[in-house]
């Protein structure tokens, strides 16, 4: 087969399945790895594949991007920290609390408002981490693995081993996008990953949004409406869109 034909059947194959693979490729084909991240360095040169970690995706495939955490950090902050400030009165009351933060910045303004009673704090944010390590009287725990620079969050194997063993009480999470039919979704598929880990990690969980996340759906669902125990977002959501939530099933609390 020639290599026109070969890159050819390529995208046809990307457009059908979504995403191909090198050692797939490399296998259908019966030549090597290395000839295949050639065939799909030039089909990304030419526009007609985007290449992602391992293989590609058709262009249309590609999920949307990410703003850097430090823009983020700085859109909507009174309505992030009303989220926060209400989600903390979700705790439970009367002993000491283990619980889990999800990278994100809405997620970021629990840090100086958690009580007494939470002792223990694991998260798979370095900024968040970085916050509570100097309050006193919480114990944090830094889950380990790769750091995605565009949003500073700690993802990969070594993170999800460690999740495997935890129970905790609460978990508070981010999220790039909610809809009555996707459920909570993000746009990389190694951060749903570790968000979806989290869930199971709970006693309970709630997302914390504003309302801007609500009818977007991004790539990667991490989370049905009834995998979580609420959603605590900012006043602004539109009416339709709460009773359409609440009809779901999904307990929605106004900050």
Known sequence: MYAEERQSAIVAWARELGRVSV???????????????RDLDALARDGLLSRVHGGAVPPDKLPRGEAPVGAREVAAQPEKLAIATRAVGL???????TVLLDSGTTTAKLCGLLPERVGTVFTNSVRIA?????RPGIEVFLLGGRV????QAIVGAEAHAMLAKLRVDVAFMGTN???????????????????????????????LADSTKFGSDEAVRFAELSDVDG????????PGARAALE???LEVTLA
């Open 247 to 249: 009809a779901a099933g």
């Open 177 to 207: 996008g909610i809809s009555v039919e996707h459920g909570f979704s993000t746009p990389d598929p190694a951060e749903a990953a570790m968000k979806e880990a989290m869930v199971r990690a709970a006693r309970h969980v709630y997302v």
């Open 91 to 97: 705790l439970p009351e009367g002993r000491e609390l």
């Open 23 to 37: 050692a797939d490729l490399a296998t259908r084909f019966g030549v090597t790895a290395e000839t295949i991240r």
């Open 231 to 238: 959603l605590v977002t900012d006043e602004r959501l539109a």
């Open 148 to 151: 995605r620079g565009v949003t």
């Open 130 to 134: 970085g916050v509570l390590a100097e």
